[in-house]
């Protein structure tokens, strides 16, 4: 079992940044991809960012590539994966959910593959 809860939402002007972090028990964190979905009111959920099991792969959706970056830390029981968000959109503004899958990694992320969710965390740009 794997619990993941965000933080680091907030409110934002455009342009500006904000980092997420998702924070996981148990002990077998590194062993599970990592990634951050997003759910705009009235849309579906939709893919961000992934990072692999091992770290070494990430991949992102067109429409934040070289603008968001995420990473993970799994060194010291920190067990922690980040959305680094960088100019920001008003487009941007969503709940932004991280989630799990058993060795994940590579260019596919897809919402109903994960194993594990987190509530989820707001983020508002404001034009």
């Known amino acids: 079992q794997v619990q993941l809860v965000e933080s680091g939402g907030g409110l934002v002007q455009a342009g500006g940044s904000l980092r997420l972090s998702c924070a996981a028990s148990g002990r077998t964190f590194s062993s599970f991809g990592m990634g951050w979905f997003r759910q705009a009111p009235g849309k579906e959920r939709e893919f961000v960012g992934g990072i692999g099991w091992s770290g070494g792969s990430t991949a992102y959706a067109d429409s934040v590539k070289g603008r968001f970056n995420i990473s993970r830390d799994n060194a010291n029981a920190k067990n922690t994966v980040y959305l680094q968000m960088n100019s920001l959109k008003p487009e941007d503004t969503a709940v932004y959910y991280c989630?799990?899958?058993?060795?994940?990694?590579?260019?596919?992320?897809?919402?109903?593959?994960?194993?594990?969710w987190g509530k989820g965390t707001l983020v508002t740009v404001s034009s």
């Open positions: 989630a799990a899958r058993w060795k994940a990694y590579g260019r596919q992320w897809y919402a109903h593959d994960m194993d594990y």
